[in-house]
């Protein structure tokens, strides 16, 4: 089972920062926060991830808690394209498989 | 750098008809995954190799499901006999080493009638 919790569904207006939560009050101290998308007909794409440190980079920004026990992912001007399923996971690098659960539904609506 | 790639990209079979899916990974990438997606939920591990040996299959159906991957670049899977409940998208995905930066196919939709 998905070790995280994610609002089903969220709107954003384009241009507009869409800030999506996540809550992994579960996570153990050397598990990483990563974050994927899924655009409809497409495979999953790797977007951003993080351990304690506040991450960015060209797609997006990670805001993790002190306590790590939620995060944000921050979107800074969403765009039509960023339209897509959002995927929260918390894991360790190494052979244990990614667990994925139903994700964030953003629509970026004009 | 071109991405994963996937044949077929639809397939549609009766059921108890067999079937199989190909990918070739993003060259010089050593961990291959195959994932099962059913629609409205994310996607699930089936299996994964490393280089040409199996990590995890715990989740593979092994009394239809097989997986092999031929020195350790292009993966098969196929399935047989199929049941309507194989119906999904089959997700190929490879990452250069067992990280959870992983680059995915476009995945080829089953549809077993």
């Known amino acids: 089972d998905a070790k995280t919790t994610q609002p089903t569904s969220m709107d954003c207006a384009e241009g507009r920062a869409a800030n999506l939560p996540c809550n992994h009050s579960?996570?153990?101290?050397?598990?990483?926060v990563y974050w994927y998308r899924q655009i409809h007909s497409q495979g999953p794409q790797y977007i951003i991830h993080g351990l304690k440190n506040n991450e960015t980079n060209e797609m997006a920004s990670l805001i993790i808690t002190e306590d790590r026990k939620s995060s944000t992912l921050i979107l800074p001007h969403a765009t039509l394209r960023d339209t897509a399923v959002y995927y929260c996971?918390?894991?360790?690098?190494?052979?244990?498989?990614?667990?994925f659960g139903k994700g964030t539904r953003l629509s970026v609506i004009a | 750098e071109a991405g994963v790639a996937q044949s077929p990209r639809y397939k549609i079979i009766e059921k108890r008809q067999s079937v199989a899916f190909w990918c070739n990974p993003i060259s010089g990438h050593a961990t291959l995954y195959w994932y099962q997606q059913i629609l409205g939920q994310g996607p699930k591990l089936l299996i994964q190799f490393q280089n040409n040996g199996v990590v995890d299959d715990s989740q593979l159906p092994k009394d239809r499901f097989s997986a092999e991957r031929l020195k350790g670049v292009d993966s098969t899977l196929k399935i047989q006999p199929a049941k309507l409940e194989d119906s999904a998208v089959y997700l190929c995905?490879?990452?250069?080493?067992?990280?959870?930066?992983?680059?995915f196919g476009p995945g080829t939709r089953l549809t077993v009638t």
């Open positions: 995905a490879s990452s250069p080493d067992s990280t959870y930066e992983q680059y």
């Open positions: 579960t996570i153990s101290g050397n598990e990483y």
């Open positions: 996971i918390v894991g360790n690098t190494g052979n244990t498989p990614l667990v």
